[in-house]
RNA sequence: CGGGGCGUAGCGUAGCCUGGUAGCGCGCUUGUUUCGGGUACAAGAGGUCGUGAGUUCGAAUCUCACCGCCCCGACCA
């Protein structure tokens, strides 16, 4: 490609609407340029970045055995009633209406679509293994889009679908998967990990998420260096011991705390009772019925685990008046010291706990000496808490260290939820009719092409790996002039390389060095060959990798060393 | 949806408080110049000041409504 002939608007300032390094980049870049918010275009040198991403992803998925196809965008509400999700997913679906004012989705995913393909076309277990995947705009009514292409209204997703007649294939079904993503995401030059996950609205029983760290990750992590334990904060746990019986057991007694509405407050003089000798009242509306939630003090509620332990994604914090129909007491001074009226659900630390102290449900007193058994009642215990850096890792007990992330793969075992819905039933060995076995495995094309500029650029622009660049070589004559010598050595090489199947683009604007060099930087190429008068004197041609030093060679020996140097990546 | 901030030329912005000629830098066009790190000089083109209503002799500026964008939040009693 001829520079002058294709359109790469890069830009010497960063526009307003820009916040993160990768975001800027994209812009400053000409990668993609904002229709509104949450929708972007791709740029011709964006477009050959994503398609690099997208062949890489083919690439291991068929590798992997799955089968490529592709799915409507648009789908009709009804299978979406089936499954449950027109309710569940309601909040991101987004609804259109045809000319008969019939209504419509904007597929969020595909599920729906696959598992109706496979009830009618799959129906032995001699059918199966089978794992269908597409590459595909998904439409999201995100509740807020947000740093470009990270969180957009619509974007490109790889989804793969897997249909097994038992549980032992769905594993190997997954497995593979796994497997497939650590390759896709090591060849896209990313350092992922890949964390234990939540399963969330999706339903399923378990799953991983493959986490680019990154300080502008919207996830955190949790995880252990010692290890390997690596886990999304909504399902991290760890080994945080249980507050001690303490000694006494004295009866329990009421004090005025008049102001104190805080862990915090209770926590100093003249109170002096520590947060992890607190406990900590929560009230939410479950299905609309309210329900104390109980932590130590100095913990936090995860309500990912709530989600769990309720049994309904449906619930809210009460607001203080509902509180106070409840309890008769406003937050602040909130217990469940003889509460039987309203479900209790507690945190596991809690257990056996003693010498607590708490709200009394009346404003202004707080009770000491509380024993959990003997004074509060609780009927649900679980792990409800989210943890927090430096507790002991689960598996081995070192300190957790926390980090944000991006998450870029999510790999699901999602079970029978679906094909029962849809009915995607199979005849076994015996000639029984079972649900198929699903997993369902994500990537976000698009975020995951803008993972690789926030973890891999400097002060000059982004630094393409080999891999996903949208050029690999930049040459950079330093005079183009049609008849110079510079220009003509110039265009010898990028022939040669072009022959050679590299993918190349020649700077030949007439503009000044300085803007040429600036520009290949900013825009990342990983490898640049410059081409000036006074070098090419002497017979010599710079390379320059992005992220490495000048080398000078022998102009005829240039593109053997290109290649040397794509070789070694 | 709640809170905050911002909408002035393609981009970045000044002007707004205290109403009266829309200004600067980058980019763009033309010419000269320079020619290894976003050259220099000169001459230009380009603006419904987000939209609408109101106040006023007069509105980018004041008032109201709406639209759009960005950030934070939408759990932690």
């Not at 001829?2 to 790469?8: A, D, G």
Request: with cysteine; charged share 25%; aromatic share 8%.
């Amino acid at each position: 490609m001829r520079w002058s002939q294709t359109l790469i608007p890069t830009l010497k300032e960063t526009p307003a609407e820009a916040e993160i390094a990768s975001h800027k980049l994209l812009l400053r870049a000409g990668l993609v340029r904002k229709l509104t918010g949450g929708l972007y275009t791709f740029l011709p040198l964006g477009l050959r970045a994503l398609r690099k991403v997208e062949q890489i992803v083919r690439e291991e998925m068929n590798r992997a055995g799955a089968l490529e196809l592709l799915m409507p965008a648009l789908q009709p509400p009804d299978i979406w009633q089936q499954s449950g999700r027109y309710e569940s997913a309601k909040d991101v679906l987004f609804k259109v209406r045809d000319r008969a004012k019939k209504e419509w989705v904007l597929g969020p995913t595909h599920e729906e679509v696959i598992t109706t393909l496979v009830a009618g076309e799959i129906n032995s277990y001699r059918q199966m293994p089978k794992n269908f995947y597409q590459i595909q705009t998904k439409f999201r009514d995100e509740i807020r889009p947000r740093f470009g292409l990270m969180r957009a209204k619509e974007f490109i997703m790889k989804d793969a679908y897997s249909f097994d007649a038992t549980d032992e294939a769905a594993q190997v079904s997954y497995r593979k998967m796994y497997d497939a993503y650590a390759r896709i995401f090591q060849r896209c030059g990313l350092k992922t990990i890949a964390v234990e996950a939540d399963t969330g609205v999706m339903g399923g029983k378990f799953s991983h998420e493959f986490m680019v760290p990154a300080a502008t990750g919207e996830n955190e992590v949790a995880f252990c260096d010692a290890c390997g334990y690596a886990a999304n904060v909504e399902k991290a746990t760890s080994a945080v011991q249980r507050s001690e019986v303490g000694g006494q057991r004295s009866e329990v007694e009421k004090f005025a705390t008049p102001g104190v509405v805080t862990i915090e407050a209770l926590s100093k003089a003249p109170y002096d009772v520590a947060a992890e000798r607190q406990i900590k009242t929560l009230v939410y509306l479950a299905e609309g019925k309210p329900v104390l939630i109980l932590l130590r003090g100095d913990h936090q509620l995860n309500e990912a685990k709530l989600t769990g332990a309720l049994g309904t994604g449906n619930f809210r914090p009460a607001a203080a008046e509902e509180i106070f129909a409840a309890l008769g007491a406003h937050p602040g001074s909130l217990g469940a010291v003889g509460i039987t009226h309203l479900p209790v659900y507690a945190d596991e630390v809690l257990r056996d706990a003693a010498d607590m102290t708490t709200g009394a449900n009346a404003d202004g007193f707080h009770l000491r000496n509380v024993a959990i058994g003997r004074d509060i009642q609780a009927a649900h215990w679980a792990d409800l808490r989210l943890v927090q850096a430096g507790e002991p890792c689960p598996k081995c007990g070192q300190p957790l260290k926390i980090q944000r992330a991006i998450e870029v793969g999510h790999v699901f075992k999602l079970g029978t939820k679906y094909s029962q819905a849809l009915n995607a039933l199979f005849l076994d060995e015996a000639g029984k009719q079972q649900p198929a076995i699903m997993g369902c495995y994500g990537i976000g094309v698009t975020r995951t092409l803008q993972a690789v500029i926030e973890q891999s650029h400097d002060d000059n622009g982004i630094i393409w790996p080999i891999s996903v660049a949208p050029y690999t070589v930049c040459i950079t004559p330093l005079n183009a002039a049609p008849e110079s010598a510079v220009m003509q050595r110039a265009e010898q090489i990028y022939a040669e390389l072009t022959a050679r199947g590299v993918d190349v683009i020649i700077d030949d604007r007439s503009d000044r060095p300085g803007v040429k060099f600036k520009d290949s930087e900013l825009v990342g190429f990983p490898i640049r060959v410059g081409i000036g008068e006074k070098s090419l004197a002497k017979g010599e041609v710079e390379i320059k990798p992005r992220a490495g030093a000048l080398i000078l060679v022998k102009a005829e020996e240039t593109v053997a060393k290109v290649m040397e140097l794509i070789q070694q990546g």
